[in-house]
């Protein structure tokens, strides 16, 4: 006599019933992000908008028609007459090479500093940590005159290296990639050492890759920083061939209503590049400046 067998299901999941009113909660949540997000957007962007609108419209008819939020009667050779009559090409010129010379000289002055307070032990090593970061404290304006004599008294005036030197290192970068390093674990120096690595190739091969976020977040900030400066070139140059841009810009400022857009227009072609470096570099920036901010 044939015995049946029982086959058994298994035991399947019992799916637990949402609260009710959780997914109404969860969407409005989300469209309140949405919502909270768009008007800040609004709000950060909309000098950006007013700027364009005013160097495009006529000075005049802009005026009369009570400042709109619209174009009115567009210029759209404003452009070419600003880029034309600030000279905004040489100058532009200029403040790449300075900020080219800027960015590189940080680089590694700001790696080598940060790996000696990373990596290495000397007497007196907090002191001068502290001494270094204590220099952010000090605005330009302190420093000014004396760093302007130097550069008289060493004939750089009108040069390259007179609208750099005060520049070439800085105690943010030395910071900001100090804290860098201290993320790497210490047994990749154990290791390097083991393998034959002396101070500098475990720096540059092993150290500055893993660090490569917050080096690049840093080189986006020198190259902001360097690109923006008024004060220094102001005071280190006396020829206009070697203004800067922000220099040049004055050049467009006047007391006649009718060229007053030509201002605007200088100044979003000088803005051009930080935007670009900005768009393209943005999430480098974020990883960089959030590096080490979560663990887990």
Same mark, same amino acid.
């Given at each position: ?18 609260? @009710? ?52 009667? +567009?210029?759209? %050779? ?12 040489? #100058?532009?010129?200029?403040? +790449? ?8 000289? $940080? ?10 307070? &990373?990596?290495?032990? *000397? @007497? ?29 008294? /060493? ?19 030395? *910071? ?56 220094? @070139? ?8 070697? $203004? ?13 209503? %009718? ?5 605007? #227009?200088?100044?979003?072609?000088? +803005? /051009? ?19 080490? &901010?979560?663990?887990?």
């Amino acid at each position: 006599m044939a015995t049946e067998s029982t086959v058994t299901a298994p035991p399947t999941a019992v799916e637990r019933p949402r609260p @009710p009113g959780s997914g109404l909660s969860i969407g409005l949540a989300r469209a309140g992000w949405y919502i909270s997000l768009t008007l800040l957007a609004v709000v950060v962007l909309f000098p950006i908008y007013m700027l364009v609108i005013r160097a495009i419209s006529d000075p005049i008819s802009f005026i009369n028609a009570g400042q709109p939020l619209h174009i009115v009667s +567009a210029q759209w %050779d404003v452009f070419s007459r600003a880029w034309s009559d600030a000279g905004l090409a040489r #100058a532009m010129g200029v403040s +790449a090479v300075a900020t080219i010379v800027i960015m590189g000289a $940080q680089f590694m002055t700001s790696v080598l500093g940060a790996y000696a307070f &990373a990596f290495l032990e *000397f @007497p007196l090593k907090k002191l001068l940590f502290a001494i270094v970061i204590g220099t952010l404290l000090l605005p330009i304006e302190v420093t000014l005159v004396a760093n302007i004599q130097t550069v008289r008294s /060493l004939g750089w005036l009108n040069s390259v290296q007179g609208l750099t030197f005060p520049f070439l290192a800085t105690a943010l970068g030395i *910071f900001l990639i100090r804290q860098g390093f201290l993320g790497l674990p210490r047994d990749l120096r154990d290791a390097a050492t083991l393998d034959g690595f002396g101070h500098i190739g475990f720096l540059f091969k092993v150290a500055i890759p893993l660090a490569k976020p917050v080096i690049g977040s840093f080189l986006v900030i020198s190259f902001l920083s360097a690109w923006n400066q008024y004060v220094w @070139p102001r005071n280190a140059t006396t020829e206009g061939a070697w $203004q800067t841009v922000q220099i040049a810009l004055r050049t467009l400022t006047t007391t006649r209503v %009718d060229q007053i857009n030509l201002a605007f #227009a200088g100044a979003i072609i000088a +803005a /051009l590049p930080l935007v670009l470096l900005l768009i393209f570099f943005q999430r480098q920036m974020v990883r960089g400046l959030t590096a080490g &901010a979560v663990k887990g």
